[in-house]
């Protein structure tokens, strides 16, 4: 099962972990999760406040986990999703947890697939796997507290989250299978030019580098404006396929 998300009418929101009785929304107390399954898609009356229930987004994950790093903003996740080609049946390799918000992201996305997350923090580690949990994701999500370096398996898709990605080249390419991507996301110009001549030097092919920009509209009757909460750099994706000759 996977959680739910309860959306108040000044708009902040509630995660509902998943359960098969009561579960604990944190500010809300315990509540019926089998009912609020019943009531998807309605909104209904807590106390003195109404609350939209719905299932959750990745819109929601920056604003629903614990964090003790810098996470992969939403923007990023959906398109590295896509640079990666990764379906629902995917098998994804992941390094550098974090806070575990890419996890969320890809696991959202793989109903049949599998993700492996390699990272080499224990406290970072339980920050991830408590927030996994808490979304309902764990089921088809493995994590190794090690170094990917040690990475094992045959993997469709690569996603570094590390500061120096040049380092571990080697192993992404003894697990990638042939045709498989490697995305890579890193804050600094100065980042991004070493990883590309590390792919480059490694057999990637096809390498794209963007940076994501969002700005979001406020909506109102003869005002409608960009918003005052500009949502600029957070850092740059870099996507390259493994190619053999």
Same mark, same amino acid.
Do not use: W
């Given at each position: 099962m996977r959680a739910l998300v309860l959306v108040r009418d000044d708009g902040r929101l509630f995660l509902a972990p998943p359960s098969t009785g009561l579960t604990k929304v944190?500010?809300?107390?315990?509540?019926? *999760?089998?009912?609020?399954?019943?009531s998807v898609g309605? @909104? =209904? %009356?807590?106390? +003195?406040?109404?609350?939209? @229930?719905?299932? +959750? +987004?990745l819109d929601d994950i920056p604003h629903l986990i614990e964090r003790k790093a810098q996470i992969v903003r939403e923007k990023d996740a959906a398109r590295i999703i896509s640079l990666c080609n990764v379906g629902c049946d995917s098998t994804v390799l992941e390094a550098g947890a974090g806070?575990?918000?890419?996890?969320?992201? *890809? &696991?959202?996305?793989? +109903?049949s697939g599998k993700l492996v997350t390699y990272e080499v923090?224990?406290? *970072?580690?339980? =920050?991830?796997?408590?927030? @996994?949990?808490? *979304?309902g994701l764990a089921d088809r999500w493995e994590l190794r507290v090690e170094d990917v370096r040690n990475a094992r398996g045959e993997y469709d898709a690569v996603f570094l989250d590390l500061p120096e990605p040049w380092e !571990?080249?080697?192993? !992404?390419?003894? @697990? &990638?299978?042939?045709?498989?991507? &490697?995305? !890579?996301?890193? %804050?600094?110009?100065?980042? &991004?030019?070493r990883a590309r001549e590390a792919m480059e030097a490694h057999g990637f092919r096809d390498i794209k580098a963007l940076e994501v920009i969002e700005r979001e509209m406020v909506v109102r009757t003869g005002a409608t404006r960009p918003t005052n909460e500009h949502m600029g750099h957070t850092a740059y994706i870099m996507r390259g396929f493994k190619a053999l000759r």
């Open positions: 944190d500010g809300l107390g315990l509540l019926d *999760f089998g009912k609020l399954m019943e309605r @909104v =209904i %009356p807590l106390g +003195t406040r109404e609350y939209l @229930v719905r299932r +959750t +987004t806070s575990g918000a890419m996890s969320i992201a *890809f &696991l959202m996305h793989l +109903t923090r224990e406290d *970072f580690a339980a =920050i991830a796997r408590r927030n @996994v949990e808490r *979304f !571990v080249m080697e192993a !992404v390419q003894r @697990v &990638l299978r042939p045709g498989g991507a &490697l995305c !890579v996301y890193l %804050p600094t110009f100065n980042q &991004l030019e």
